[in-house]
């Protein structure tokens, strides 16, 4: 319920209040809702004077992350469509935010099949001799 009424909101605009709302959010969207989520965040950083793309890119970015893969992968098909979409219509300032937003996106998937190596075990170094006491 909470969900659609959050997506709903989207197709007016996202601003902090919207931005704060979707905490958590990502791990409930479904490959559906990418469209309007990842439509509100571009639409946003691109055209909102408002909207400070630092902020925006965390809050997308923190619910990215919770997403499933398939929803992640809809979301580089998405980023996709908006760079060809702003290509189309010279919309440099565009291309190069969403542009920017895809990298990050495709290293964050990128990470994903990296392995986890253990972390490394300290040998303990042996006592060394107080030099001080001969």
Known sequence: MFK???LSSLNKGIDYDLM???DGIGEY???ED???FVDSFVRGMVFDIDIDNDK???NFFAEFDKMGEKVQEEVVKRLKD?????K???HEFGIKVVEKLKEEVDSRIYC?????FPEEEKEEDPEEPDYMDL
């Open 29 to 31: 969207l479904i490959v």
């Open 20 to 22: 704060r709302a979707a």
């Open 88 to 90: 189309q219509s010279q």
């Open 34 to 36: 990418v469209a309007n």
């Open 56 to 58: 925006a890119k965390k």
């Open 82 to 86: 908006w760079i060809y979409t702003l």
């Open 4 to 6: 659609l009424h959050f």
């Open 112 to 116: 994903r099949f990296l392995p986890d």
